[in-house]
């Protein structure tokens, strides 16, 4: 058990003691971390666990409170209590469980690999690799080959946003990129603000990192809550950001530019590290492509991080971090790790996008995306109980549903496993895991006959689990 779990439970023995009583104000965080000699923020941590698990409230200005009617708690006997699910824990079950080729892939977190060019990208890998020499491997280590690079920055330079060669580091895909940011702006026991829906692998880092993860509000309707924000930054000593602001996962909003600008001066003030998740950046639906926040950065505390897996080719796991006056930190942090990605990969993508036609390729698959993202909200809205909402994403390749409560997305995600479709439950995008309303659907794939039939299937069960949740039962089988 770790410090703050031992003295979390330490104050839930006394609150079922009645040592201390509902609506009354428990010692504040510096006064038990004298008392205790524990550091602030482990103490600040097991308050927040108990704030999570409905034990206490937190009233700002003010401390620390007995939640009310707290006597639903305190008849649970302590044995029964449970952790909740550890995100990599349920990931690697939904991985694990979903890879069969027959099995409908709607849970995928990439796009239909029919939408990339294969072949293309074969003969520009076959054609960089001849080409190597011997000192290749030496002279392509981090920051990664200098041709790429290059290009990378040209697109940004397009988009108003002056980085040079030497700014970028090539990584091993996108989420080493973040990853490698998230590790030099934080330290472990820091805070980290991510949204409180936000995507699994920020979880994952963060849990591997051992850092306390802080929600800010966020919802596909008004995106990024900048004044939950503001609070937050003001309550938490929180050290990085992770952030999405363009076609964010699951949810699929994008901030405006204002709201960008705004993000950046409150970020500024705090002098707190935004990891840019832009990941998304060439999936977008509107005429004009979205800018990233990193535009609006005056002191590089922006870490923007872009990827080629989600366009492009999953397989070839190319990403890169924009990291300015922090890139050779960065270089140290990945020869600590991955040491550099692929030379050849990295060879093969530079020779594709100086001969391959990307920007073409782009158009259709953003065409694409957008007219099987019609196919699928159109069937969603046909064969799934009339009380569900469905998100219209502006990019990207998922839909977010919800359902009312009671509805149980593991349960849910149980029994389409058992008709052969794979499809992610929502909670593996939230940290508390405590909302089994959600579920999201990966749209990238033609909505032929089988899948049709699947989306069909879904929305049978939907309806079962949502009758059988008013009748109190666990089973979502289809009638």
Known sequence: MNKYQSLA????????????RSGEKIPSVRASSQQTGYGTATVLQAYQLLESEGWLIAKPQSGYFVAPNIQALTTVPPQSTQAP???????????????????????????DS??????????????????????????????????????????YVQQGLHVGPDDIVITSGGLDALNL????????GDYVAVESTTFYGALQAIERLKLIPVEIKASADGGLDLNDLAEKLSTYPIKAC????????????????ARKQALLDMLRQHQVFLVEDDVYAELYFSAKKPVPAKVY???????????????LSPGFRIGWVVAGKHSKAIQKQQFLSTISSSVPVQLGISHYLLHGGYDNHLRKLRSTLQDRKSAMIHAIRRYFPDSTTVTDPAGGYFLWLTFP????????????????????????????????????????YEMNEENLIALSTLGQLAKACLSDSSNQQNDCSVK
């Open 9 to 20: 439970h330490n104050l839930r023995q006394q609150i079922r003691q009645q040592i201390w």
């Open 85 to 111: 699910v550890r995100i990599n824990d349920l990931l690697f079950d939904v991985f694990q469980r979903t890879k069969d080729s027959d099995i409908v892939p709607f849970s995928s977190a990439f796009p």
């Open 114 to 155: 029919s939408l990339f060019p294969q072949q293309e990208l074969v003969r520009s890998l076959s054609s960089a690799s001849r080409k190597m020499d011997n000192r290749s491997a030496l002279t392509h280590l981090p920051p990664g080959n200098h041709d790429l690079r290059r290009i990378i920055a040209q697109r």
């Open 181 to 188: 940011s998230l590790q030099f702006a934080t330290q472990p």
């Open 242 to 257: 992770w952030l999405m602001t363009n076609v964010q996962h699951p949810l699929g909003y994008t901030l405006s530019q």
């Open 297 to 311: 950065d005056q002191q590089d505390q922006v870490l923007l991080c872009g990827s080629f897996s989600k366009c």
């Open 405 to 444: 409560a009671p509805f149980d997305s593991h349960a849910f995600y149980e029994q389409a496993l058992e008709k052969r479709i794979a499809v992610a439950p929502g909670t593996l995008f939230n940290s508390r895991q405590d909302d089994l309303r959600h579920i999201r659907l990966n749209y990238s």
